[in-house]
């Protein structure tokens, strides 16, 4: 599905029973909403999904480059343009990676709006993508060896209309000061990051300055744990939201 947006044509796609809690899934960096397909399987009976691209990734097109539609303000106005397309006024948040620093400034901004959110691979620091990579090959290594079934990587989780642009699109969060807003949130998180993730110590550090926040450490998993664990990551996810009693 899409939506016209100023400056951009969103693309959207949504699963599950509108009557459904309405849960809004966020990409990862280099990713596209195709990253939820696997996850969308265990989610879609209990919510109402709502995949997104970003714009300029995925399947979202922009008419042009200029710096100041690519910030998290403007993410969030895209995403309330397609809330308010489907008449959605309450959400839950589920979010990956650098997903989860869009996913944060969403919740700053709209907390009327956020029942509970879910922040995975949550970091606000410095990207340290060769650590990143080496967790994931020791994580894969420690599930072949307890017999973990591997997952097939969903079909276009990674394809761009425009690379170049998708790109460019993760430059809003240089453009976001997420120090500032996160001890503001006080709807129910969760942060829930692998124990092979480099992540794992930026999301303690977050945790340490959320306090209406948990912290869930996903044993034998690594960067990337939507993707590479879509079994663990739903059930822990279905958990959460369940032991919250919300609708």
Known sequence: MQIEAEGATLNY???GDSSNPALVLWHGAGCTLRMWDTALKGLKDSFFCIAFDIRGAGQSQVSSRLSDQFTFEQY???VNLILKELDIKKLHVWSMAWGTRAAIA???LNPEKV???VFSDASIGVADVTAQ???VKKALSAQDKAGVP???LPLGWNEHLDSDTAQFSLSAASKFNLSDVIEGLTMPIRIMT???DPNLQSSKQILQRLPSAELKILEGVGHGSILQRP???VENFIEFHNSLGLS
């Open 13 to 15: 796609e949504i699963s």
């Open 76 to 78: 969030s106005e895209d």
């Open 106 to 108: 969403y919740c700053s």
């Open 115 to 117: 029942l509970s959110a």
């Open 133 to 135: 990579k080496e967790g």
């Open 150 to 152: 591997r997952f097939d």
């Open 194 to 196: 692998g124990d092979h």
């Open 231 to 233: 079994d663990l990551t």
